[in-house]
Nanobody, 116 residues
Framework: QVDLVESGGGLVQAGGSLRLSCAAS????????MGWYRQAPGKQREMVAS???????NYADSVKDRFTISRDNAKNTVYLQMNSLKPEDTAVYYC??????????WGQGTQVTVSS
């Protein structure tokens, strides 16, 4: 069993910043990918950013140059630094961990609201 606990969401004005954290615990394979996804009302869940245990990163085009993903392997924790936030970034943000193209686990989500 793997548990993911997210924190750091909230309400911020456009142009502001937030930092999300997600701590994973349980039986975790060392070679894994952690990532952030988001889902806005009426829209499908989309990938925001991901990072492998070797620190290879991938970003959605809409957040490149504004968001930065990082991780602490010793703590099984992933972070998402979000700068220059826009109203269209408003969504529930979910943390995900996966490995071996077979196992995946999700957090419960944290709300990010950006006011204009």
């Amino acid at each position: 069993q793997v548990d993911l606990v997210e924190s750091g969401g909230g309400l911020v004005q456009a142009g502001g910043s937030l930092r999300l954290s997600c701590a994973a615990s349980g039986s975790i394979f060392s070679l894994n990918t952690m990532g952030w996804y988001r889902q806005a009302p009426g829209k499908q869940r989309e990938m925001v950013a991901s990072i492998t245990s070797g620190s290879n990163t991938n970003y959605a085009d809409s957040v490149k140059d504004r968001f930065t993903i990082s991780r602490d392997n010793a703590k099984n924790t992933v972070y998402l630094q979000m700068n220059s936030l826009k109203p269209e970034d408003t969504a529930v943000y979910y943390c995900r961990i996966s490995w071996l193209l077979r196992y995946e686990y999700w957090g419960q989500g944290t709300q990010v609201t950006v006011s204009s």
